[in-house]
């Protein structure tokens, strides 16, 4: 591709839609290139409008809105960023626009139930046991047949929100009403699925450029409730194991197609592996690889949905991350930063989201180590030290 300069006639135009932290790094990557980009998202001020060349305020749901904004800019590149998109008009605005990494992944990636059912019923990998609910009164008999734990999640959702884990029938009415609440869909169902008693689980992203596709090395996460809090890179992995995650990786995003990077979770338990999900984008537990890697995952990501070639990453130095959050609802925080940058090596990363709510990520915190595990310990310290004023 022949990029040419922002803002003049023969500018490369890539237009994200949803413009959270994630995006914000593609932004930066993508300007690093010359190319112009436009930001989209549901509430104005977001991250990524920040550094973007300009950007829009829609409703993403709403099909017209959605269709005015891309005609309105017609992007050489459409990046979805977030789960909650009209997907559906995405498959007919590809027929004269690129979407990244096509309509089609973006539409099954976005709905766990058409990515899941693409998994195990027609690629027959390994995954949980489960069930589609689309009424309560179905949960049931739908866990009993699958067994005490089990885990639900809202059928679309963006990082982890509305995910439980049941350890009763007594606890499904609740967990409904959190995967309701926490949904990001105007119609919407349930998966729920039998526990997996995993001794971790990874991230392995998973690169398609033109010359091939290419893995990340793995990264080990912390999830609570679904939602990513620390990351570690590389996560220590035997190699016959590291095939594994490899050939199922491999598998799912071939099957998807595109180009870009692709975030690959997986569970694995001894030498067994099973799938859990894949996100068509940068993962947030791949934060890590802007400390870790020789390119991090947004730098992949943008060479690669650009039509360059890229190679086999390379963590520079172990790595590790961990989230700052906030701990109640407030507008325009503030920070104090320095207790974190006591910490030799560390960097902090302030995503500068307008406002906040209990949990919501307002930054990440990177950090080099001797090992994968000391990395991320110093990244969790450092994390604690930095001050929200509200």
């Known amino acids: 591709m022949l990029i040419g300069t922002p803002l003049a006639k023969n500018a490369v135009k890539l237009m994200l839609l949803g413009a959270g932290e994630l995006g914000k790094e593609v932004t930066i990557e993508a300007q690093r290139l010359g190319v112009e980009v436009i930001a989209v998202d549901r509430y104005p001020n977001a991250p990524a409008m920040q550094v973007a060349h300009r950007s829009h305020v829609i409703d993403m749901l709403d099909r017209d809105q959605l269709a005015e904004v891309i005609n309105k800019e017609r992007p050489d590149l459409i990046v979805p960023e977030i789960e909650a998109i009209a997907t559906e008009y995405l498959l007919e605005a590809e027929k004269n626009f690129t979407v990244i990494p096509t ?4 539409r099954l990636t976005m709905d766990r139930e058409g990515i899941r059912r693409l998994a195990a019923e027609e690629l027959k990998l390994p995954t949980s046991w489960f069930r589609f609910i689309e009424k ?11 067994g005490f734990p089990c885990v639900m999640k809202p059928v679309m959702s963006s990082s982890g929100k509305g995910q ?20 990001r869909a105007k119609k919407q169902k349930v998966i729920l699925e039998s526990f997996i008693e995993f001794d971790y689980e990874i991230t392995l992203l998973t690169v398609r450029a033109v010359n091939g596709t290419f893995f990340c090395p793995p990264i080990g996460h912390l999830q609570i409730d679904g939602d990513y809090r620390q990351s570690w890179q590389p996560h220590p992995m035997a190699p ?3 095939e594994r995650a490899k050939k199922i990786a491999a598998a799912v995003t071939g099957n998807l197609g595109g180009r870009g990077i692709f975030g690959v979770e997986l569970f694995v338990r001894g030498e067994d592996v099973f799938f859990s999900e894949v996100s068509p984008r940068p993962h947030d537990t791949g934060l890590v690889t802007l400390i870790s890697q020789d390119l991090s995952e947004f730098a992949l990501h943008v060479r690669a949905v650009l039509g360059f070639p890229v190679h086999e990453p390379v963590v520079r130095t172990p790595g590790g991350s961990a989230v700052i959050l906030a701990d109640r609802e407030a507008a325009a925080p503030s920070y104090d930063i320095t207790g974190a940058l006591v910490f030799p090596g560390v960097q902090v990363r302030i995503f500068g989201k307008p406002d906040c709510r209990k949990n919501r990520r307002l930054g990440v915190v990177l950090a080099p180590g001797p090992d994968p595990f000391a990395a991320r310990d110093r990244a969790v310290k450092a994390a604690a030290a930095v001050q929200i004023r509200y």
Request: hydrophobic share 55%.
């Open 136 to 146: 309560p009164e179905e949960l049931k008999a739908a866990a009993a047949d699958l």
């Open 164 to 183: 439980s884990v049941v350890r009763s029938a007594e606890e499904l009415a609740k967990a409904w009403d959190y995967a309701m609440a926490s949904g």
């Open 240 to 242: 016959r194991v590291l």
């Open 103 to 106: 309509a089609r992944a973006t």
